[in-house]
């Protein structure tokens, strides 16, 4: 196995467009958090609703994060004008996780095989962490809505998934960023999809572009993880290439891409793939990063979008500043 970093039958199902959508699926709470209620705990709960929020990593000219940095280390910019840093916090404790799995190829078999490992992913996130399971090929279902219940993800791990004909990667990633809409969660919660795919798209109306600025809009990061397929070239196996803005959901949403498979297992009809240093490689991303928290001028509840900036406070040409978030919207 190869990994690089850069991209309802039981359920509701999605209002399917011309072509079809794609199913993402979130991993709520760990087997310990099993169908508890979250709630936000003490110190958390007098913060207010319409607290907005820019998750955003640092890094060196070698693409290193740079840990340890503390509130004073930045400088947050609304309308123009410097604003007061409200809400700071360094690492991720509290997330919702939405796995979107291709369900039109071998690749469900796959999934089935690492329930386990990407539940012990989402074990490692603290209470009020959620998570939803939502399916994709020439459908889209939601098989698990957000949920604190780990076993309800676990079991969407294992269902039977009928699909034919194609795959519709954008339409589903559309959906998934849509499906944080009213769900509920807290103001300061990491929203992430986890998409497992081929990486063929066949059928979507949807533009890549389209998914990341609705992804950007509402805070969500995209880590995919690409199951690459093989065909013959020059007398030897070479990697099919992905659909155009696969990869780019996870490098332009502040997510990461990994890629999965190689010559060897692709005639394998059997191939085993371990993906625990895949999650743990999430984990470590997710942990070195920053959110930042401001409460908006009341000039703000206009239903307008509007800009927020994120430097640090002390120029330096060799760290670069990547917002997760570079918009928000507030209603009137």
């Known amino acids: 196995m190869a990994w690089h970093d850069a991209h ?17 699926l979130v ?5 310990s958090l099993n169908k508890a209620t979250a709630q936000e705990p003490d ?28 509130r004073e280390d930045f400088v947050l910019t609304d309308y123009d004008s410097t604003a007061k840093i409200d809400y700071f916090a360094s690492g991720t404790e ?38 939803a399971v939502l399916h994709f090929a020439n459908y889209v279902r939601l098989s698990v809505p957000f949920t604190t219940d780990s076993g309800a993800a676990q079991r969407a791990f294992n269902s039977e998934v009928g699909a034919s004909g194609g795959t519709a990667i954008f339409d589903g990633a559309a959906a998934a960023v849509r499906s944080f809409d009213g769900s509920g969660g807290f103001s300061m919660e990491r929203r992430i999809v986890l998409l497992m795919s081929d990486g063929l798209d066949t059928l979507s109306s949807t533009e ?35 659909s155009k803005g696969f990869r780019e959901l996870a490098e332009q949403t502040g997510g990461r891409y990994f890629r ?11 191939p085993h793939y371990d993906l625990a240093p895949v999650f743990e490689a999430i984990d470590s991303d997710l942990r070195g990063q920053y959110v930042l928290g401001f409460y908006p001028r009341e000039a ?26 570079t918009t928000y919207r507030l209603s009137k």
């Open 300 to 325: 703000s509840r206009d239903g307008q979008t509007h800009g927020v900036a994120i430097a640090l406070a002390k120029r330096n040409s060799k760290l670069r500043v990547r917002q997760m978030k």
């Open 43 to 70: 110190e958390v709960v007098r913060i207010r609703t319409d607290l907005v929020t820019i998750p955003l990593v640092i890094t060196d000219a070698r693409g290193r994060r740079i840990p340890n940095l503390k």
């Open 8 to 24: 309802i039958q039981r359920g509701p199902r999605f209002p399917l467009r011309p072509v079809t959508a794609a199913v993402f």
């Open 94 to 131: 509290r997330v919702a996780l939405l796995f979107a799995l291709d369900a039109s190829g071998s690749e469900r078999e796959i999934f089935a095989s690492q329930r386990q490992a990407a539940l012990a992913l989402f074990s490692r996130f603290g209470p009020g962490s959620r998570v």
């Open 260 to 270: 999965i498979g190689n010559a060897k297992s692709a005639l394998d009809p059997k």
């Open 27 to 31: 991993l709520a709470t760990a087997s």
């Open 208 to 242: 890549y572009a389209e998914v990341v600025a609705a992804a950007r809009d509402r805070g969500v990061s995209f880590y995919v993880i690409h199951f690459q397929l093989f065909t013959p070239g020059d007398g030897r196996l070479v990697p099919r290439p992905a």
